[in-house]
């Protein structure tokens, strides 16, 4: 049964139907920059630069097409599943470690970020390597694994700025380990030394991370409370909003309570001890504390949470849950039961992810293809839904985003409700009418949504301005929020479609 998890697991994560979304898109677009360039693409987006150049570098020998970037993801949330075997091995024996291999294998979050172009499954692979390092150095602080630490605490800076968080909570209980366990204080204090070296990696960064904090922050939500954090992370840990994933994310949490306090006594007995047991209640406070420094951060710095940041965490808290489902020790049959709900619940989740589309950009591009001549003008607005279509859209169409009249293919973070503010949806559908008629010959397209934040009104305003002036428009595709995370609608104005 675990070979068949397993091999489910991996085929599951090079698995998906849905075209790139914006993120995705966007990553896209940077990574295919000269590694030059990198950089300063970087300073308009928000992002540490590690997964950005690895992708480069992947692109230019396997291509662009979604499957061979998407790939690079996939290899490294394959990767995954030994190191999990390793860890649950270390933790509570080898029982554990298939246990932890088997909840990984087909967590639809961690199958969802190896089916997706963004760095979160390469976060989850370091979070692993780096775990593993960290409690072989604890009993012998060899000087490889110590340097290997610093390695790896440094990639994992330079890859997801949720790292900080996740290593502060990992100094904050290793210093407390250090001042209550004298036996192994020099231990502690050498892997200690050694997060700290890995940090210095940072340090030719920090202009640009200053830069960012301070131009780009998250505009597109607001902080959310920590109540709110927890619930919708447990929603996406099980796959998502729908029956299914709620009951395998809350279920895991059931599980990860066990593994906190939960000890089996005989058979039909479970004993809870709310002062925790020892076997993984440090993993546990990691993340708990986690997820609290980085409410505490959201709310200081005005910035928003995205379940998918919560990657630095989901490799402890599934090794948490893997040992609390070695406790139900009730019966072999209950164990079965209990392990082949899970799967299957993962098994859903995962199946889910691979048949659903992220975007509407493929229904919208479709649209355009099917009525569209080289050189039509197609207007997007916001300029968030750019990068998805930019993708799939003939070369030989002009394409423009609202406000900045530039390409689609990035969205520059700096400042960005500010600018959006200012934003003038009469000026630019000045300047879109005086495009139309210098081309008399071709046709204007409108792709749109109202429910971007910074843009509240705008988007709306500029179609019903483009249709006064180009003589009302028709609707070709209508925007699916139910069906679609990313969503659009696509109109083309009559008075510019040529006769």
């Known amino acids: 049964m675990v070979a068949a998890v397993v091999v489910a697991g991996v085929v599951l994560r090079f698995v998906t139907k849905s075209h790139m979304w914006l993120d995705e898109a966007l990553t896209v677009d940077i990574a295919r920059l000269p590694i030059r360039d990198i950089p300063a693409a970087l300073r308009q987006d928000g992002h540490p630069p590690l997964f950005y150049v690895l992708l480069h570098g992947w692109m230019s020998v396997f ?17 995954s599943l030994p190191l999990a075997w390793l860890a649950g091995r270390r933790v509570a024996g080898p029982r554990a470690g298939w246990a932890f291999v088997v909840l990984l294998s087909l967590s639809p979050f961690a199958i969802r970020y190896g089916t997706e172009a963004r760095m979160y499954a390469l976060v989850i692979a370091l979070v692993l390597a780096g775990y593993l390092l960290v409690a072989n150095a604890l009993e012998s602080p060899r000087p490889v694994l110590l340097v290997g630490i610093a390695l790896v605490t440094g990639a994992l800076l330079l890859t997801h700025y949720w790292a900080l968080w996740f290593i502060a909570a990992t100094v904050v209980v290793l210093a407390w380990r250090a001042w209550r366990d004298v036996a192994h204080r020099a231990a502690t204090t050498r892997v200690l030394a050694a997060i700290v070296v890995g940090g210095l990696f940072l340090v030719p960064w920090l202009p640009s991370m200053l830069s960012q904090s ?15 954090m927890v619930t919708d992370t447990l929603q996406d ?4 909003d729908f029956a299914e994933g709620l009951l395998l994310g809350w279920g895991l949490f059931l599980l990860f309570l066990f593994g906190l ?5 005989d058979d039909h007995r479970l004993e809870f001890d709310l002062h925790t047991l020892p076997t993984v209640r440090r993993e546990a406070i990691v993340v708990g504390l986690t997820l609290a420094i980085a409410s505490a951060a959201g709310y200081a710095t005005h910035t928003t949470f995205a379940t998918r940041y919560a990657a630095v965490v989901l490799p402890l808290f599934v090794l948490v849950a893997a040992v609390g489902l070695l406790q139900i020790e009730v019966s072999v049959v209950a164990r079965v039961a209990v392990v082949t709900v899970l799967v299957a619940l993962g098994l859903i989740g995962g199946v889910h992810n691979a048949i659903t589309d992220r975007t509407q950009a493929g229904q919208v591009a479709d649209g355009v293809r099917a009525g569209a001549q080289p050189g039509d003008l197609v207007v997007v607005c916001p300029d968030q839904l750019g990068p998805s279509l930019h993708r799939l859209l003939p070369t030989d169409l002009e394409q423009v985003v609202y406000p900045t009249f530039g390409s689609p293919d990035r969205v520059d973070w700096r400042d960005y409700a500010a600018r959006n503010a200012r934003a003038d949806p009469a000026a630019f559908a000045d300047r879109v009418t005086s495009e139309a008629r210098a081309k008399s010959s071709h046709s204007v397209w409108l792709v749109w ?13 500029l179609l019903q301005d483009l249709a006064q002036r180009l003589g009302g428009d028709d609707l070709v595709v209508q925007e699916n929020g139910d069906a679609y995370f990313e969503h659009a609608a696509l109109v083309r104005f009559a008075g510019s479609r040529p006769t």
Not at 237 to 240: I, Q
């Open 63 to 79: 291509g662009q097409s979604d499957v061979a970037v998407r790939a690079l993801s996939g290899l490294f949330a394959v990767v």
């Open 214 to 228: 301070a131009h780009t922050g998250t505009p597109w939500a607001a902080a959310v409370r920590p109540t709110t």
């Open 237 to 240: 840990f099980g796959g998502g």
């Open 261 to 265: 306090c939960a000890q089996a006594v």
């Open 449 to 461: 949504s109202g429910s971007y934040k910074t843009f509240e009104g705008q988007c709306d305003a």
